[in-house]
């Protein structure tokens, strides 16, 4: 399969941010307090002057109205993240699985939305911020998918339906992708020239994604690299908890302590 290059969204850094933070791939969800625990902590210490949210950060997001069920856990998360975005600004992109976090989602945490992709300019460094989904190419069956879930007559559809069925369906999707994963399968990965020509195509040297849950610094060419996210579990042994700091230094991988 082959992708033409997308339009690329340009951030500029304001002169007075110092470090900006990345993570991704949190896959927030109820049956995970250590790691949910671990998030707002992070939250409330990180100092980096912006933090910026590179997707997956729900396991599922099936409607902005979860947000309005008295107790929910997307209502809990909204929470941290309106307070953490009163303190510092927050960008929030979508991943594969909360694709539709939607404008109340947007509104209620105080986030600003980002496009997949969107080059940040922090001083001299330009740096591709993506997802990554969008560039695994192998994957043709998912990139087919892709394409349908984000069109709005996929999404208005799924979305007139009662939250209850929508649940019940995310739950049905979460438990088909586990019976893959136990399976063994293997997943596909960014694909290396279309990443180099993402990174020409923007002007830039180095490209930070999430999504394949495979932390890396990948030399893709001289001069340019791809710096994968990791993904979060606290109750993994040891602990995956990590974010990717970028500083005038250049980036730099933190990890950060289980709570
Ligand atoms: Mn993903």
Known sequence: ???????????????????????????????????????????????????????????????????????SFEARGCAALGAASQCRPLYFMHGNRDFLAGPAFLRRTGMTGLADPTVLVFGHQRIVLSHGDLLCLDDVDYQRFRIQARSSAWQDAFLAQPLATRRTQARGIRQESEAKKQSGVTYADVDGPAAIGWLQAAGASTMVHGHTHRPAEHTLAPGLARVVLSDWDAAALPPRLETLRLSAQGLERIALDPR
Not at 19 to 34: G, M, N, R, Y
Not at 35 to 56: M, P
């Open 1 to 71: 399969m082959t992708t033409t290059v997308p339009r690329f969204e340009e951030l500029i850094a304001p002169s007075h941010w110092r470090t900006v933070e990345f993570i991704s791939d949190l896959h927030l969800q109820a049956s995970e307090p250590a790691t949910v625990a671990a998030f707002e902590h992070y939250l409330r210490t990180t100092e980096a002057d912006a933090l910026f949210i590179l997707g997956d950060l729900f396991e599922v997001w099936v409607g902005d109205d979860t947000i309005d069920e008295p107790g």
